[in-house]
């Protein structure tokens, strides 16, 4: 039998059917959007699992459940998606508008918590019985995984570490608090920081990669100035590696999980990001006389694991 996992990402809808060997056979994806009605949600999804099944070339009578993987809050007792910025209204019944198309069990989850649980089933994490994901985009995410499971608190939104306060009275989040995590540790945040500093210094090379337009300026543009040494961006990242790391310092103290994972097309970077997160939480971290220390690791780039998280949430 397979199970079938599917990824609500910002702008496109990806799908998978997955063995029992967590090995992907199929998939499906949608085209862009920028925003969708319920409509085009409903109809988007259903596509792509069918495009999947049919990549897989199985119909859907091998199928055990479905499993979505949701931006913002979820509810998933009533299997409703409460809030996500790139949806065009509030507290859509997702499970409910898929039921009737596929009949099966469907399970719904915050993405962060379904990489996270990809990892812990299928990846970096399949050490000892702890995960953190963190995952950086345009906000910062979180999914923890204790005792094998999601820890979704008494409601479910467990993990939002992106609006734990790193700086009292700093900038103002979206959340309404100051000094939140992810006004410092967002791909959001780190642009911004370089575009500043071009605002001052249009001597630096990143002015010729973005056609002397600071409208140009964009994430993969700040990762490939960074990953060539530009001056202007380094200066920048070093300062955003520092807040990123304070973070995970914290989340370290608290939880002190076995695997802690990155997740974001910011791992792109690879050990440029990495080597200096390890070294500095290293320095900072409570538990300096411990044998056993949290594994801080990357994702890997194009990863999957939020697809196969998705697609075990029935496990
Ligand atoms: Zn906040």
Redesign the pocket.
């Known amino acids: 039998m397979f199970r079938i996992g599917v990824n609500i990402a910002s702008d496109k809808i990806k799908a998978a059917v997955l063995d029992e060997y967590f090995r992907i056979i199929g998939r499906g994806q949608s085209e862009k959007r920028k925003k969708r009605t319920a409509d085009e949600l409903e109809s988007d999804i259903t596509a792509v699992i069918n495009q999947a099944m049919d990549d897989a070339k199985i119909d859907k009578d091998y199928i055990l459940s479905i499993g979505i993987a949701a931006p913002g809050t979820v509810d998933k007792e009533s299997g409703i998606v409460e809030h996500a910025s790139n949806f065009d209204f509030e507290l859509i019944p997702l499970r409910d508008l898929l039921w009737k198309h596929f009949d099966k069990p469907i399970y719904l989850e915050n993405d962060a918590n379904c990489l996270a649980l990809g990892e812990f089933k299928a990846g970096v994490g399949t050490r000892g019985d702890s995960l953190m994901a963190v995952t950086i985009n345009k906000g910062v995410g979180g999914g923890l995984i204790f005792d094998g499971k999601i820890f979704g608190g008494c409601n479910g939104t467990a993990g939002e570490i992106?609006?734990m306060?790193i700086n009292v009275d700093g900038e103002q989040?979206?959340?309404?608090?100051?000094g939140?995590?992810?006004?410092y540790a967002s791909v959001r945040a780190l642009v911004a920081g370089v575009k500043a500093e071009l605002e001052t210094d249009k001597d630096s090379a990143i002015m010729g990669m973005i056609d002397n337009d600071l409208d140009n300026l964009n994430e993969k543009i700040v990762y490939e100035a960074i990953a060539n040494g530009d001056a202007l961006a380094i200066r920048v990242f070093e300062k955003y590696v520092y807040f990123l790391s304070v973070g995970i310092t914290n989340i370290v103290n608290i939880f002190q999980p076995e695997t802690l994972v990155i997740g974001g097309d910011i791992c792109t970077l690879g050990k440029t990001l990495l080597n200096p997160i390890v070294k500095m939480v290293e320095e900072q971290r409570f538990s300096i006389h411990s044998d056993r220390q949290t594994d801080i690791r990357l994702c890997e780039s194009g990863s999957d694991m939020t697809l196969i998280g998705a697609a075990l949430l029935d496990e």
Do not use: K
Request: aromatic letters at 8%.
């Open positions: 992106g609006h306060v989040c979206t959340c309404g608090r100051r939140c995590f992810e006004t």
